[in-house]
């Protein structure tokens, strides 16, 4: 039996299925990057500073870095449920597993970034009278981000991978869409090669954006983003301008 003997137009026949399965599956990965970043600058900050807080952020890092995706969302979805009587939803739960995961891979990115800004811009601030806080939120993470955003990217592409395991739970994104059609239609090669290029599609397209987000964020601007913001502004001066003639 060859290749071209499967019956490939099921792909296009369970279109919608597949899309509302990635749809599924990027909302969850928004929500948990959010959430991931957030946890991770923090988390950052503690392994940073000083005892015992840093070690906390150690031990947190480095017991979440090596928990698989599937031990973790089982055990926030049956887990917690035994042990504190707290029920989530399967939504609720994939949320909560990729935070816990990821938030310590992007403490780590935002460690690393966070040191690689130059002590001289820090000096600076002081120098003009800025207090600490405003001197790190105002010029230190904005540069750190930019920093980051590439890993902070490739660890979006692997969120949206790591939803192919909540299957478990019953989430009802790509592969598990691909489980139930294959239920039906007995075509595990065309649906699972299918929902492959799904998943390379996506990287595709997040790597684009990451990207085109570095352009933006550079100095001096550059790529189709920037020159747009930068027309856009020349318009606003040339229409002040105007107004002022």
């Known amino acids: 039996m060859g290749i071209t003997d499967y019956d490939w137009g099921l ?14 599956a990027l909302q969850v990965s928004v929500v948990a990057l959010l959430v991931s970043l957030v946890a991770g600058l923090g988390l950052a900050m503690l392994r940073m500073g000083r005892a015992p807080l840093s070690w906390v952020a150690a031990i947190y890092i480095n017991v979440f870095r090596g928990m698989p995706a599937l031990v973790t969302v089982i055990w926030i979805y049956f887990g917690v449920s035994l042990l504190l009587g707290v029920n989530f939803t399967v939504f609720q739960a994939g949320v909560i597993a990729l935070s816990l995961l990821y938030s310590a891979f992007m403490s780590e990115i935002f460690r690393a970034a966070l040191q690689a800004v130059p002590p001289g811009h820090r000096e600076a601030g002081q120098a003009l009278g800025m207090r600490d806080t405003r001197i790190f939120f105002s010029i230190v993470v904005p540069q750190a981000f930019k920093i980051a955003l590439p890993n902070i990217g490739s660890m979006f592409i692997g969120m949206i991978k790591d939803t192919s395991t909540f299957t478990v739970i019953g989430l009802l994104e790509v592969v598990r869409v691909t489980q139930n059609v ?3 239609t007995f075509q595990p090669f065309v649906l699972y090669t299918a929902a492959a290029g799904i998943y390379v599609l996506v990287a595709f397209a997040v790597d684009l954006l990451f990207r085109l987000g570095e352009s ?20 606003r001066i040339h229409a002040l301008v105007s ?3």
């Open 11 to 24: 792909i296009w026949d369970y279109k919608g299925d597949l899309w509302h399965g990635l749809l599924t």
């Open 182 to 184: 294959n239920a039906q």
């Open 216 to 235: 933006t964020l550079a100095a001096p601007p550059k790529g189709v983003v920037a020159r747009g913001l930068r027309a856009r502004k020349q318009r």
């Open 243 to 245: 107004e002022l003639a």
